[in-house]
């Protein structure tokens, strides 16, 4: 779960109901595509996220053959999150004052320089685990500064009406993008070591920026017509703005809130697959890359119904039921005895965490005023990923001391505790947007 909170307040925009003839879902989807200035952050995105799943893939694997420490995958997955928690709020501030589209080629060419770097010292020089947790760090801090500017920049990009669509086709192509990098990074390990890898995300990162250099400049504008937010203010002055705007909404603070633990459990979880992997099916690469490979796509299944669906309509009920049954999912892996049965026990994960950041971006776009969206998105990052470095000491302790089925078992029983306290929770089960509803009042 990438974190996830909606939001119930008027937006700045005019919303106007989805379309109710013919196909709806299908034609609204294609007219998405239709869409120049999306498509091009469509592309970008599917191959940015190709890239990535093969060098995820790769860097775990090489930390973990090298080292065979759990610690140490531990400290990769740290790497990874650490940045957003640190400097989420900042990036989401810098998001509502300057050019998000400018940000997000910045973030793009740095994480190239940086991929290829690294391909180029292992390549070179061979195996560092410092040097690789320092660029896994760097990389990260460019995704932060990335995240909520892309994630803002999508309203700009397309009407209210095709928010649903847009966010569906975009995570379930990104994901399955993932799927296949994930599994062709499985064997490209095997059949060629893991430098082919990072290089190769180091070109996705350079193409994902040429295309969105490609994008109208004009969407890129933070804030109003005129820009965005004023220089003479702090940026301090306005991060405190975002947190009070989410002090004031009860509703997103206890999806906020209510995800702090569901992240760490989650991250007790899928950071692990590597050693779960080794430990139920021998350490095959193979089999490692499609057990990733089957979240991804189930990730991508899970945003493509959620949308045909119109599940926004349901939001915090919908997402409180699904993290319930995540933890069941999470007890079927760790006391699976076939690969079978945990291939399909990750899938369906994976579609509950893609279920829900669909309904999460859908809805927040659609109603958070623009001038706050970064901001609303960054504090909900920060929020909900508060957890996750405990959940990867946790998860690396247990894996290491009492073995990865145990840690399996305290993550999903952990998952089925935090779902039923959410559905506990009466305004976050009553959180929702209808598009319909909210162009008649």
Known sequence: MDGAATSLIPAEI??????????PAAAEERNVLRNPNFRKLYIAAVASS????????SISWIVYSATGSAIDITYVGLAGVLPGIALGLLAGALADRYNRRRLMILSDTSRAVLMAGLAIFLYLVGFDLLVILGVVLLVNCFSVLFLPASNAFLPRLVPTSQLEPA?????????????????????????????PGLAFNALTYAISAAFVLQIAASFGRAGGPEGGSPASRSLGKEIREGLAWMRAHLAILEVTLGFLPGNLLWAMVTNFTVVYTAEYFHGSPGAYGVLVAGIGGGFALGALLASRFG??????????????????????????????????CAVVLGAGAGAINMIYFATVQAVVPDRVLGRVLSVDQVGSFAGIPAGLLIGGLLATRYGIAIDFAVAGIGLLANGLAMLALRDLRALRYDPRTEAAS
């Open 311 to 344: 599940l926004v309509r349901h939001a915090g009920l919908v997402m409180a039921l699904t993290v319930t049954g995540q933890g069941g999912l999470v007890l079927g892996l760790a006391l699976s005895h076939t690969y079978a049965l945990s291939l399909a």
């Open 14 to 23: 005019p919303l106007s109901p989805p379309s109710t003839t013919g196909s």
């Open 50 to 57: 190709a890239g990535a799943a093969i060098a995820i893939v």
């Open 167 to 195: 966010n569906g086709l975009l995570q379930a192509s990104t994901q399955a993008s993932q799927m296949l990098g994930a599994a062709v990074g499985g064997a490209a390990i095997a059949l060629a070591g893991v430098v």
